[in-house]
Structure formats: C-alpha cells, structure tokens
C-alpha cells in the first residue's frame, strides 16, 4: 500500500467517523426535541462531509470511498442503542446513512455522464443527492417492510409527493453545503500536505477519529 492509499483510508475512516459522530448527537438531539427541519440539516451536512472528503483525497474509486464513508458512520450512529435503547431508531437510521452514501455516489455518476461544469455541477450534486435518498428510503422501507407505519402506509402517489415536498427542502440545503464542501476539501487538503510534511499526519488524524468515536458512543 503506497503512501496515497494510506492516506486515502484514513481519510474514510477520519471523515466516515465525523459523520457518524454528528448522527449520534446532533441528529439524536434533533430528534428528540421534534426539530421540524432534522431531516434537511442532517442531509445536508452528509453531503458537506462526503463532498469535502470526495475533495481532501480525491480517490479513484469514488463510489467504493463513499461507501467506506458510510459504513463507518452507519457503524458509529449504531452506538446510540446505548442511548436510546435497541429497535427501529437505531437501524433505520444506520440504513438511511449508507442510503445516503449510495446515492451520492449514482448523483455523481450521472453527472459525470452529463459533463455538467462547476459551480452548476456541486449544485445538482446536491439536489440530486437528497432526491434520490429520499427515493431511496422510500423504496427500501416501504417495499422491504423495515419502515414506520408512515412509509409502509403510503401509496406511491403519497411516495412522490413527499419526496418532492420533504426532499426539495433538503435538496436546496445540500446544493450549498456540496459546494461548500469542495471548497473547505481543498483548505484541508493543503493542510494536510503541511500536516504530512511536518509528520504529523497520522497522529492527529488518528486523535481526531478517537475524539468522533468517543463523543458518539458517549452521545455527548
């Protein structure tokens, strides 16, 4: 493993553990006090993550980063079960999360194929990021019967009126967060080549990942 896949690794396991250390606080908290605008924040911020991860490294294989990403903050939020206790507020969410994850990546893919240029590029990223997880949780809690009696009892017309209305809110959020994303991807990227040249790079990286898991298993 060169230097490059190193640092890419710690790169998923550093921000797939940011992730996951903010869905198992703030997106509990949300939750909890009933936030009207949860889902949105949550998203966007997702998409804030992933884009400025996507940015920092700059991996090859960017469905299968994305995915790692997911997976690390899926496992993560899966320490609220300490917190909130077993059952469906836990792993909706861990699924929701690597929903997310896939979707980015397919948002991605089409683009690509469309040849679309920045700025317009990280805006339909992140419109078409949270349309297509909202379809997404549609498709899997609804058709697999893993979701709350709000998704098993909607029709599909119920379906795709939601995801307009819900997922348009989300959708405006992450179109600003996915731009601001790359642009705060290319600050820490420079950050961390001083952090690498100074040889730093993976101790602080690996004291930060510490500080994420130990603040989202605490739910602090």
């Not at 899926?74 to 979707?103: Q, T």
Request: hydrophobic share 55%.
């Amino acid at each position: 493993m060169d230097e490059k896949q190193k640092q890419i690794l710690i790169g998923i396991l550093l921000f797939g553990s940011i992730w996951g250390m903010f869905e198992a606080t703030l997106g509990v908290f949300l939750h909890m006090i009933h936030f009207m605008l949860k889902g949105a924040i949550m998203f966007s911020l997702g998409a804030f993550l992933m884009s400025a991860a996507l940015r920092t490294y700059r991996p090859r294989n960017r469905i299968g980063f994305l995915l790692g990403l997911g997976a690390i903050a899926s496992l993560l939020k899966g320490f609220d079960i300490f917190i909130v206790g077993p059952g469906p507020m836990v792993f909706r969410p861990m699924i929701s999360i690597l929903i997310e994850a896939m979707a980015f990546g397919a948002v991605l893919t089409v683009i690509d194929k469309i040849k679309l240029k920045a700025p317009l590029t990280h805006l339909s990223t992140g419109a078409g990021f949270a349309y297509f997880s909202y379809l997404g949780f549609g498709l899997v809690f609804k058709y697999l019967g893993i979701g709350s009696n709000f998704w098993l009892s909607m029709s599909l017309t119920d379906m795709m009126n939601f995801i307009l209305a819900d997922g348009t809110q989300a959708a405006l959020l992450s179109a600003v967060t996915v731009m601001a994303g790359y642009r705060t991807g290319d600050i820490i990227a420079l950050i961390q080549k001083k952090a690498v040249r100074s040889g730093i790079f993976y101790e602080l990286a690996a004291l930060l990942t510490g500080l994420c898991w130990l603040m989202g298993v605490k739910g602090i």
